[in-house]
């Protein structure tokens, strides 16, 4: 199965400063058509997670332009432009490249 | 809108058997390759196991093969999950997830395992 890296695992932020999440795949996420299926989520407390982000970098419908996504290969990375208090939470990222999907262990942002 | 609704979970003894059901509305389910991913408490998520659109097709964890079953009957629009020879590992809050990028999930059924 592929791993899934996330660093750093407790991120406390600043509201309204950036923040960075980073990704690591233990094998390439590149798959036969071409795509990259590393997915993003967001998690708060006592919620199902929502996904942010999906093929690295497509923002789906209704997430915020403060969420961005990049990377290619191995690595990826979850930015957050400017931090609000609703972000606070766990993030993962998810390879859906192969058919036995894995998450990273979660990287938990909280406000300072 | 997209629904999808679990239940079945509970408090069950090691070595004790559940079902869990997923019931799923607003999307055309029998187009649609389901998942089950768990979460123990206080922990990150776990796919558990996925299922293709035909019913044809069925993966699962390391974790769980030999133990656990995915199906589906697509003319109820459900999806379920036969768990048996539970341990207390097991343990956690059961999501149903639609393929698709994983972009919908239900709300989770919370699994206890304990003596």
């Known amino acids: 199965d592929i791993v899934m890296t996330q660093s750093p695992l407790s991120l406390p932020v600043t509201l309204g400063q950036p923040a960075s999440i980073s990704c690591r795949s233990s094998?390439?996420?590149?798959?036969?058509?071409?795509?990259?299926?590393l997915s993003w989520f967001h998690q708060r407390p006592g919620q199902s997670p929502r996904r942010l982000i999906n093929?690295?970098?497509n923002r789906d419908s209704g997430v915020p332009d403060r969420f961005s996504g990049s990377g290619s290969g191995t690595d990826f990375t979850l930015k957050i432009s400017r931090v609000e208090a609703e972000d606070v939470g766990v993030y993962y990222c998810?390879?859906?490249?192969?058919?036995?999907?894995?998450f990273g262990q979660g990287t938990k942002v909280e406000i300072k | 809108e997209v629904q999808l609704v679990e239940s079945g979970g509970g408090l069950v003894k090691p070595g004790g058997s559940l079902r869990l059901s997923c019931a799923a509305s607003?999307?055309?389910?029998?187009?649609?390759?389901m998942h089950w991913v768990r979460q123990a408490p206080g922990k990150g998520l776990e796919w558990v196991s996925s299922?293709?659109?035909?019913?044809?097709?069925?993966y699962y964890a390391d974790s769980i093969k030999g133990r656990f079953t995915i199906s589906r009957d697509n003319a109820k629009n459900s999806l379920y999950l036969q768990m048996n020879n539970l341990r207390v590992e097991d343990t956690g809050v059961y999501y149903c997830?639609?393929?698709?990028?994983?972009?919908?999930w239900g709300q989770g059924t919370l699994v206890t395992v304990s003596s």
């Open positions: 997830v639609r393929e698709s990028g994983f972009d919908f």
């Open positions: 607003g999307f055309t389910f029998n187009t649609y390759s």
């Open positions: 299922i293709n659109s035909l019913n044809t097709y069925m």
């Open positions: 094998q390439s996420l590149v798959y036969s058509d071409g795509n990259i299926y």
């Open positions: 093929k690295v970098s």
């Open positions: 998810m390879q859906a490249t192969r058919t036995r999907r894995t």
